[in-house]
Every structure is written in structure tokens, then in C-alpha cells.
């Protein structure tokens, strides 16, 4: 059983940063990818960021040169570093692993960008 566990949502002003931690039950050395998505009121859940385990990443268009996502193996951890914060991307933001047959989820956590 895999359980994941974010932190580190909140309310911050525009301009402002948050980072959000993902921490797995076990190693994610496991895992093929983990990431982010996130969901808004009324709209559907979006991909925000990728990490494989070769360590590349992608992320959503909107939130390039804003975000960053990083992996610590050593913690069981995913991270994702938001900077510049607007109120577009006020959403819960969903920690998910994928191993070759299954994605996980996490909780959610809500970030809430005050414009």
C-alpha cells in the first residue's frame, strides 16, 4: 500500500511563494514518474509537473521559469517550488506516483493566491 502525504499549502499574496512537499510511504526510487496535478472550482484537474526517475521533468506551460519540481530519495520526497505566485493558480494540488500498472494519489493540499 502506497500512501502519500502533501504539505506546505496555504494562503499567500500575489508575488509570493509556497513550497508543497510529497511524502511517500517507502522509497520512490519505485516509482516510474510522480508529480503534480492540480484542480480548481469548476475546472478540470491539470498536469502542473513531472519528475521521472532519471530525474527529467516537464511542466505546464503556465507555471515555466514559476515552478520547480525536485525529488529527494533520501527523504521519500517531491517537491514543488512555486515562486511568483498569481491567482490563477489558486487549485488543490494532487502528489501522484506511478509505478508501471498503477498511479497513486495523494490527499491534496489548497493553495489560495490572494490577488
Known amino acids: 500500500q502506497v500512501v502519500l502525504v502533501e504539505s506546505g499549502g496555504g494562503l499567500v499574496q500575489a508575488g509570493g511563494s509556497l513550497r508543497l512537499s510529497c511524502a511517500a510511504s517507502?522509497?520512490?526510487?519505485?516509482?516510474?514518474?510522480m508529480g503534480w496535478f492540480r484542480q480548481a472550482p469548476g475546472k478540470q484537474r491539470e498536469l502542473v509537473a513531472i519528475?521521472?526517475?532519471?530525474?527529467?521533468?516537464n511542466y505546464k506551460d503556465s507555471v515555466k521559469g514559476r515552478f520547480t519540481i525536485s525529488r529527494d530519495n533520501a527523504k521519500n520526497t517531491v517537491y514543488l517550488q512555486m515562486n511568483s505566485l498569481i491567482a490563477e493558480d489558486t487549485a488543490v494540488y494532487y502528489c501522484?506516483?506511478?509505478?508501471?500498472?498503477?498511479?497513486?494519489w495523494g490527499q491534496g493540499t489548497q493553495v489560495t493566491v490572494s490577488s
Open positions: 501522484y506516483a506511478d509505478t508501471k500498472d498503477v498511479r497513486y
Open positions: 517507502g522509497s520512490i526510487s519505485r516509482f516510474n514518474a
Open positions: 519528475i521521472t526517475s532519471s530525474e527529467f521533468t
